[in-house]
């Protein structure tokens, strides 16, 4: 069992940045394939980026450029930085680890507005 809590979501301002947080209730060393997923409005839950142990990384064409998804097992720490963030963006964001199974954070809202 994979427990996972975002944090650091909010309301920004277009072009501004935020990064978000997953803390994971494990050692992610063992956890293979971690990500975020995002889920506009009204919307499918789409992937957003994705980081394997071995440091593959995968992102949606419509973050590529603007987010870094990166991760520390140190810390069992997920983490997505975005910036130049746009309206489009705007969605709840979800932690997501594959260890056996799916599992998902609770997620948390961000807000792209002026």
């Known amino acids: 069992q994979v427990q996972l809590v975002e944090s650091g979501g909010g309301l920004v301002q277009p072009g501004g940045s935020l990064r978000l947080s997953c803390a994971a209730s494990?050692?992610?060393?063992?956890?293979?394939?971690m990500g975020w997923y995002r889920q506009p409005p009204g919307k499918q839950r789409d992937l957003v980026a994705t980081v394997s142990g071995g440091g593959n990384i995968v992102y949606a064409d419509s973050v590529k450029g603007r987010f870094t998804i990166s991760r520390d097992n140190a810390k069992n720490m997920l983490y997505l930085q975005m910036n130049s963030l746009k309206p489009g963006d705007t969605a709840v964001y979800y932690c997501?680890?594959?260890?056996?199974?799916?599992?998902w954070g609770q997620g948390t809202q961000v807000t792209v507005s002026s």
């Open positions: 997501w680890a594959l260890r056996r199974a799916s599992y």
């Open positions: 494990i050692s992610i060393s063992s956890i293979n394939t």
